[in-house]
């Protein structure tokens, strides 16, 4: 479906119906909480609405799980931004001294999006995205998810849909929420390496050694290269993409390559001659470097982070859970701790929502069972009971229906952040024994 399918008159009807029954609040309450890690950490928490005609709120904090359930369930926003974890409450950041009030810290947060490769995609543009370039996601979430666990040690990472053309990470360790802009900014620029705007032609250069990190991340890049780039999106088959990449080589594996193209029409066989050329000219050169075809791989696939995104600790950033209020198109659902995500088109997501409440509806085959020994008056009171069970929790209403495994996934990576903290908490417990 198109954008200019969508119409946004569905939201007031939807978003009630999902925040009453299918917000998963429990789950949200008690990864937002970490378990009362510190004194007040969720009620210091910062959160925005995007409500309807695009009315921003922000500076919104709550006490508890029902304070936020019930102003959620009021307001309905139409999306749902998270930021710090402050000084103050946010709520009263006006009536605290000025200068005191200051973001302590936060989800080290990473944001891919699809718009940043288009100068390297053929298939779609803008917020346009489809299984083809959906690969570009996939190599950005295996390089990162690698690199933040096996090079900076973190280990609670939750990848999620952005809710329109990119992924979101939030690297939820402690050690990370408490990072500085200067830690933040450190990790972010490690993990860049395409460099410069819409004029810059050559945006990797690599240099002898190649660095461990990027030897790692080229592997992954190689596995998706030939499929995705040469043959999806034709990268050596139209003149167009040929220029694009004879624009990145030194002048005499130009020549070369052009009067072999002229002939050579196989874009598979084009890229193998390729990379001969700048094999043997490595093998042959005095000079360090001429990695022109690592160089070429990387900058049509590596990942393009948006750096002011990881480096701010008060930056805001859209939520797990939150619908896109521009598109209408996708709501964010948490599938899989690693690498997977799901979206969801507006009128699939609206059936999909009716036929869930209608399913939680159904009265249980004992009650049914029940109703058939009773008068009226016992059905009524049946039909009560079903209601205040399909209103009970969140957990519940996801345990019946189809969606149970994105909640399960995300219930086990709140169970991995809890495990954590009572680990460190036991160190912490068995080193002041030992003074």
């Known amino acids: 479906m198109s954008n200019s399918d969508y119409d946004p008159a569905c939201l007031p009807d939807l978003l009630p119906l999902y925040y009453r029954r299918l917000f998963p ?15 007040n950490y969720f009620q210091n928490r910062e959160f925005s609405f995007t409500l309807k005609d695009d009315i921003y709120v922000r500076y919104q904090s709550f006490s508890t799980q029902n304070e936020l359930e019930k102003e959620m369930q009021k307001m309905n926003p139409y999306k749902i931004d998270i930021g710090a974890v402050y000084s103050h409450r946010p709520s009263q950041h006006n009536t605290v001294k000025s200068g005191t009030f200051q973001a302590l810290e936060k989800e080290l947060v990473f944001d891919i999006d699809m718009t940043d490769y288009d100068d390297v995609r053929s298939c779609c543009s803008a917020a346009d995205i489809c ?6 996601m996939t190599i950005a ?10 090079d900076f040690g973190f280990q609670h990472l939750l990848w999620v849909y952005s809710g329109r053309r990119g992924v979101h990470c939030w690297v939820c360790d402690e050690a990370a929420r408490k990072l500085s802009v200067a830690a933040r900014s450190a990790v ?13 032609v050559k945006k990797v250069v690599l240099s002898d050694p190649i660095h461990p990190f990027i030897s790692q991340s080229l592997s992954v890049v190689e596995h998706y290269f030939l499929q995705y780039a040469i043959v ?5 088959s139209s003149k167009e993409g040929v220029d694009k990449v004879l624009n990145l080589l030194p002048e005499d594996i130009l020549c070369d390559l052009l009067l072999h193209y002229q002939s050579e029409k ?14 043997q000219k490595r093998a042959t050169s005095k000079k360090g470097g001429q990695y022109f075809d690592k160089e070429i791989m990387l900058q049509y696939c590596y990942p393009r982070l948006d750096v002011n995104v990881s480096k701010g600790v008060n930056h805001l950033l859209k939520s797990p859970f939150s619908v896109h209020p521009k598109t209408g198109k996708r709501i964010i659902i948490v599938i899989e701790v690693y690498f997977i995500f799901h979206n969801i088109d507006i009128y699939i ?14 009265p249980r085959p004992d009650e049914e069972e029940e109703d058939d020994t009773k008068d009226k008056e016992n059905e009524i009171e049946a039909g009560e009971r079903r209601k205040i069970r399909v209103y ?16 399960k996934l995300f219930d086990q990576f709140l169970d991995s952040v809890a495990r954590s903290r009572k680990g460190d908490m036991l160190k912490k417990s068995d080193l002041q024994k030992d003074f």
Do not use: M
Request: net charge positive; proline share 1%; charged share 30%.
């Open 392 to 407: 009970k929790a969140s957990f519940t209403y996801f345990k019946r229906t189809s969606l149970a495994k994105y909640i």
């Open 131 to 136: 299984s083809k370039c959906w690969t570009l």
């Open 232 to 236: 999806g999106q034709e990268l050596l």
């Open 266 to 279: 196989n874009p598979t066989k084009r890229w193998e001659r390729l990379k001969t050329l700048v094999h």
């Open 188 to 200: 972010a620029e490690y993990l860049s390496l395409v460099k410069g705007g819409e004029e810059t």
């Open 349 to 362: 997501f609206l059936i999909t929502l009716f036929l869930i409440c209608e399913e939680l509806d159904k």
């Open 25 to 39: 609040f429990s789950q949200y309450y008690r990864w937002l909480s970490y378990g009362g890690v510190t004194k």
């Open 141 to 150: 979430i295996r390089i990162l998810d690698r690199a933040l666990r096996e």
